[in-house]
C-alpha cells in the first residue's frame, strides 16, 4: 500500500461481492487502498476466493461476510462485521440484485417480493443499518442500478420497477443523509450479460443500438465506482449511466 493510493485506511461494504460486477468494483477499490467486505448468500467459494487473493495483496485487507438480504432483521449485523474488523464504513455499495423474467400474467407475489426485496427493500434497510457509521466517517452509499429503471425492459416490469425505486430512494437518501453521506447511483448498460442464456443474435441487436457499438466491462462500472469514491466530493443524488449510449 503506497500513501498516495486514494482510499488507505477506508473500509468498503460491497452487497453481492463475490462475483461479476461486485467482484470488479472490490477489486478496483481494494487497488486504491481500501479495505474490502465482500457480502455474498450463496457464493462462498467465490468470496473466499476473492478475499484470498486480495489478502495476498495486502494481509487483512478483505473479509468475506455471508448475509440473506431479504433477511431485513440480520442486516444490522453486516453493518456490525464490518465494524468490528475495520472500525469504520467509508463507502457502502448496494450491488446485489436478483433478475429474471416476469411476463404480466405469470407474475407471483413471491417473485414480486423476491425482486423488490433485494433490488429494493435491502438497500434501503442496509443503508439505515449503515447510515451512523457513513455518517460518522462522512462516507458514500452507491446503489448498482440499471438502465431499465428508467426505460422498461420487455418481460421484466417487476425488475424495472424496483430498479426504478431504487433510482428514487437514491435520491431521496441523498437528501435524508446529507449533508454527511454523499448517496450516487451507477446505471450500467449492455457491460456484462445476465448469467442466464441470452441469444447470439440478440446480443448483436442490443450492442448495434448502443452509440459505441460495442458492449462494456465490468472494470468500466467499477471506475465509476472509484469515481465516485474518489474524485467526486461535490456529487449527490445523481444517477451515472454506464451503457455505451444504450439510452440515447
Not at 472490490?26 to 487497488?31: E, F
Not at 474490502?36 to 495476498?56: G, K, M
Not at 460495442?214 to 467499477?222: E, L, M, T, V
Given at each position: 500500500m503506497h500513501r498516495t493510493d486514494?482510499?488507505?485506511?477506508?473500509?468498503?461494504?460491497?452487497?453481492?461481492?463475490?462475483?461479476?460486477?461486485?467482484?470488479?468494483?472490490?477489486?478496483?477499490?481494494?487497488?486504491?487502498?481500501?479495505?474490502?467486505?465482500?457480502?455474498?448468500?450463496?457464493?462462498?467459494?467465490?468470496?473466499?476466493?476473492?478475499?484470498?487473493?486480495?489478502?495476498?495483496?495486502?494481509?487483512g485487507s478483505a473479509l468475506a461476510v455471508c448475509a440473506d438480504l431479504n433477511d431485513v432483521e440480520r442486516l444490522p449485523a453486516l453493518v456490525g462485521a464490518?465494524?468490528?474488523?475495520?472500525?469504520?464504513?467509508?463507502?457502502?455499495?448496494?450491488?446485489?440484485?436478483?433478475?429474471?423474467?416476469?411476463?404480466?400474467?405469470?407474475?407471483?407475489?413471491?417473485?414480486?417480493?423476491?425482486?423488490f426485496g433485494t433490488n429494493l427493500r435491502a438497500p434501503l434497510f442496509l443503508s439505515q443499518a449503515a447510515a451512523p457509521a457513513l455518517r460518522a466517517a462522512q462516507g458514500l452509499v452507491i446503489n448498482m442500478v440499471d438502465i431499465h429503471g428508467r426505460r422498461p425492459l420487455k418481460a421484466h416490469p417487476v425488475y424495472s420497477a424496483a430498479k426504478a425505486?431504487?433510482?428514487?430512494?437514491?435520491?431521496?437518501?441523498?437528501?435524508?443523509?446529507?449533508?454527511?453521506?454523499?448517496?450516487?447511483?451507477?446505471?450500467?448498460?449492455?457491460?456484462?450479460?445476465?448469467?442466464?442464456?441470452?441469444?447470439?443474435?440478440?446480443?448483436?441487436?442490443i450492442i448495434a443500438r448502443t452509440a459505441l457499438k460495442?458492449?462494456?466491462?465490468?472494470?468500466?462500472?467499477?471506475r465509476a465506482a472509484l469515481f465516485l469514491a474518489t474524485e467526486a466530493p461535490y456529487v449527490t443524488g445523481q444517477v451515472i449511466t454506464v451503457d455505451g449510449g444504450r439510452s440515447l
Open positions: 486514494p482510499l488507505a485506511g477506508r473500509c468498503v461494504v460491497i452487497t453481492g461481492g463475490a462475483k461479476r460486477l461486485g467482484a470488479a468494483t472490490a477489486r478496483k477499490l481494494h487497488a486504491s487502498g481500501a479495505d474490502i467486505v465482500v457480502h455474498y448468500h450463496r457464493s462462498r467459494p467465490a468470496a473466499d476466493a476473492l478475499v484470498a487473493e486480495l489478502d495476498a495483496a495486502r494481509a464490518a465494524l468490528a474488523r475495520y472500525g469504520r464504513i467509508d463507502v457502502l455499495v448496494n450491488n446485489a440484485s436478483t433478475f429474471y423474467p416476469t411476463p404480466v400474467g405469470t407474475i407471483t407475489t413471491a417473485q414480486f417480493d423476491d425482486l425505486g431504487l433510482i428514487m430512494l437514491t435520491k431521496s437518501l441523498a437528501r435524508e443523509l446529507g449533508p454527511e453521506v454523499r448517496v450516487n447511483a451507477i446505471a450500467p448498460g449492455p457491460v456484462l450479460w445476465p448469467e442466464r442464456d441470452l441469444d447470439d443474435t440478440l446480443k448483436s441487436e460495442r458492449s462494456g466491462s465490468p472494470d468500466d462500472i467499477a
